[in-house]
C-alpha cells in the first residue's frame, strides 16, 4: 500500500455511475459547477494527482468536455464502461460489473463467456454484508468456472484479467482501495470525501456507525478551499491495521465504507469480506498450481492456509 496520495476521483454529477460496492442512491441531476470543475482540475495538477472522472448517463455539455481533456484521465462511465447486469457480449477492454453475490454465482458461466472479449474484467460485489457462509461452496465452484477459463486463455497466450483472480498472482503487498491513503474523491459540491459512498451517506442524512440518520450528517473531510482534512488519518494505514498488515489475500478492496458500516471501524474488515478475499485469495492459488502445471514459470507462489477469516486462526500467521 503506497502511503501518499495518487488519484483524485472527481464525481461529475450526483447521479454519476457507482462503480463500487457502494449503490449510489441519488436521483436528481446536480451537475457539477463548471468552476468549480476548473479548480479540481487545477488541485489535480498542483497535488500531481493522476484524475478519474465518474459520469453521470447523460451527455455533458461541450464545454465540460472541453475542459476534462485539457488534463490526462481517466473516463469512468465512459473508457471503463460500469454495468449493473451481465451482458451477453463486452462492448469495452475494461469492463466492471456490479453484481450480488447470487447474480455473480448464478451468471458465473455467462460471465466466463466474457473473459476472451476483454483486456480486464472487474466483478465488484455488492451485498457483501448479507455473505452467508451457506454460500461459501457455491462461491468456490463459480471461482473454480473462471479459473478453468482463464487456464485455457492463458495456454492460448492470452492474458486477460480477472481482478478477483488473476490480481494476487502478481501482488506481493497490499493493494487496496486505499481510499482517503491513495486516492480522493471530490464531489459535485466542490468538498473532498474518503470515497463516493461517504458522499452518499451525508446526501441521504445517513451519518453515524449504525447507518441511523442523525442532525448532523457531514461527512466530508475538506474542500477546494481549504484543502484536505483527514481526521486521524494514520488510522486508515494499514500499519494500523493489526490483522491486516499480516494478511496476504492482497487483492481485498479493504473496502474502509463497509469496514465502518459493519465493525464500526474503519481500518478493520468485516467477517463477510475476510472470508470472500479469502476464498478468491485460495481460487487464484489454485490457478496458480494448475499453471505451474501446465508448464508455465510461476514465482510469487500463493503458500497453503486451512482458514478463511484470519482472525480466529491468528496463531497461522
Not at 138 to 163: F, R
Not at 218 to 238: A, H
Not at 267 to 272: A, E, F, G, K, L
Amino acid at each position: 500500500m503506497k502511503p501518499y496520495m495518487q488519484y483524485l476521483v472527481i464525481l461529475l454529477d450526483d447521479t454519476s455511475v457507482a462503480y463500487c460496492h457502494a449503490n449510489n442512491p441519488l436521483t436528481e441531476c446536480n451537475l457539477m459547477p463548471l468552476e468549480t470543475l476548473r479548480k479540481a482540475i487545477l488541485f489535480g495538477m498542483q497535488q500531481n494527482l493522476m484524475i478519474q472522472f465518474v459520469y453521470p448517463n447523460y451527455e455533458l455539455p461541450a464545454e465540460y468536455n472541453e475542459l476534462i481533456e485539457t488534463i490526462d484521465h481517466v473516463k469512468i462511465g465512459r473508457e471503463v464502461q460500469v454495468l449493473d447486469y451481465v451482458p451477453t457480449t463486452a462492448d469495452t477492454d475494461n469492463l466492471v460489473l456490479r453484481l450480488t453475490i447470487a447474480e455473480f454465482i448464478t451468471k458465473q458461466y455467462d460471465i466466463a463467456a466474457l473473459l476472451p472479449q476483454t483486456i480486464r474484467l472487474n466483478i465488484c460485489l455488492t451485498d457483501i454484508e448479507s455473505f452467508t457462509e451457506g454460500q461459501i461452496e457455491n462461491y468456490k465452484k463459480a471461482l473454480a468456472t473462471l479459473n478453468a477459463v482463464l487456464l485455457n486463455l492463458y495456454k492460448q497466450a492470452k492474458n486477460p484479467q480477472l481482478n478477483i483472480l488473476t490480481d494476487r498472482l502478481q501482488l506481493t503487498e497490499m493493494h487496496n482501495c486505499e481510499a482517503g491513503i491513495g486516492n480522493i474523491t471530490l464531489a459535485p459540491n466542490g468538498k473532498f470525501y474518503l470515497c463516493p459512498a461517504f458522499y452518499y451517506d451525508e446526501q441521504m442524512g445517513i451519518s453515524n456507525r449504525m447507518n441511523h440518520k442523525t442532525k448532523d450528517a457531514s461527512r466530508s473531510v475538506g474542500d477546494l478551499e481549504r484543502g484536505l482534512d483527514i481526521p486521524n488519518k494514520q488510522l486508515l494505514q494499514l500499519d494500523h491495521a493489526p490483522l491486516c498488515r499480516i494478511c496476504d489475500a492482497y487483492h481485498c478492496n479493504r473496502c474502509i465504507w463497509l469496514n465502518q458500516k459493519l465493525t464500526w471501524d474503519n481500518n478493520t474488515p468485516s467477517r463477510q469480506q475476510c472470508i470472500i478475499s479469502h476464498l478468491e485469495r485460495n481460487a487464484a492459488r489454485d490457478l496458480q498450481l494448475q499453471l505451474k502445471e501446465a508448464g508455465y514459470q510461476v514465482t510469487n507462489e500463493i503458500k497453503e492456509i486451512t482458514y478463511l477469516d484470519p482472525f480466529e486462526v491468528k496463531e497461522e500467521f
